[in-house]
């Protein structure tokens, strides 16, 4: 049994952040075809808490994401590999870390509670997450306590919910490797000046299709090797380009890359 906190100086919070809106999609995991409404966010959330430094069994991680253009902190190294899933979908249009506290009155006592992430699809679909490695899912009561409010807050509010382990995070380690090394070019400084080389990068892949990632630098070999990556990595990641076989194979200079096409 649980049930949302409503102690001193706290308001109802599904009331207060959330707006009721029909979806029209059946729940997830529900093979029933009834209709369930879910909720979104009022308001585009900001993080609500920044983790000391110091704070013991951490991992602190500092990224940049072009996505949102600003820093984003993370928790540890599990949080990391979940950030670069999400900055490298281009379907993702927004997120946000630590987005939103909660209370929750469990049986065993209140659990206050900060979310992971939140997430929100260009489709509109939202959805709050919980990092977690699978061995304090099983055998650390806190968590287990912090999970149970959480999925208990959610439900109360009709909020799409899900808990991310190492299993799904890093089910391709090929895949995260090659992210990783294309966002490690996507930092603050390669949001300007890049225009010529990533005009010149567009120019040889629509007029030769597809081609190997050296063999594209060779062609542009009077500019700066490192920018014209960059500029390639950014067409990458906002999906002007596509690297083939990122999932399969390491990133290198024999990768092909190719323009995307957008309908009109």
Not at 207 to 215: A, D, E, K, S
């Amino acid at each position: 049994m649980s049930r949302v906190f409503k102690g001193p100086g706290y308001q109802n919070v599904a009331n207060r952040f959330l707006a009721q809106h029909s979806t029209g999609h059946t729940h997830e995991g529900n093979n029933s075809s009834t209709q369930k409404n879910t909720s979104v966010l009022a308001f585009t959330p900001s993080p609500v808490w920044v983790r000391p430094q110091n704070n013991y069994g951490s991992n602190r991680w500092v990224v940049f994401s072009s996505k949102l253009g600003r820093t984003v902190i993370l928790y540890s190294d599990l949080e990391r590999d979940h950030w670069v899933l999400i900055e490298s979908d281009p379907t993702i249009q927004l997120f946000c870390e630590q987005p939103l506290r909660v209370s929750v009155r469990l049986t065993a006592g209140t659990v206050a509670t900060i979310f992971d992430m939140w997430i929100k699809w260009r489709c509109g679909r939202e959805e709050l997450r919980e990092v977690k490695y699978k061995d304090q899912v099983r055998n650390s009561a806190r968590v287990s306590r912090q999970l149970e409010a959480q999925a208990a807050w959610a439900s109360l509010a009709s909020f799409p919910y899900s808990v991310m382990t190492e299993d799904v995070i890093r089910a391709n380690p090929i895949l995260l490797a090659n992210w990783k090394r294309i966002l490690s070019y996507l930092g603050p400084r390669s949001r300007a000046h890049l225009r010529r080389e990533t005009d010149q990068v567009k120019s040889v892949l629509a007029n030769f299709g597809g081609l190997p990632i050296g063999q594209l630098e060779s062609r542009l070999s009077h500019l700066d090797c490192i920018l014209v990556r960059t500029a390639l990595y950014k067409l990458i990641h906002s999906g002007q380009a596509r690297a083939i076989g990122l999932d399969t194979r390491k990133l290198d200079g024999f990768t092909l890359v190719e323009e995307v096409q957008h309908a009109d």
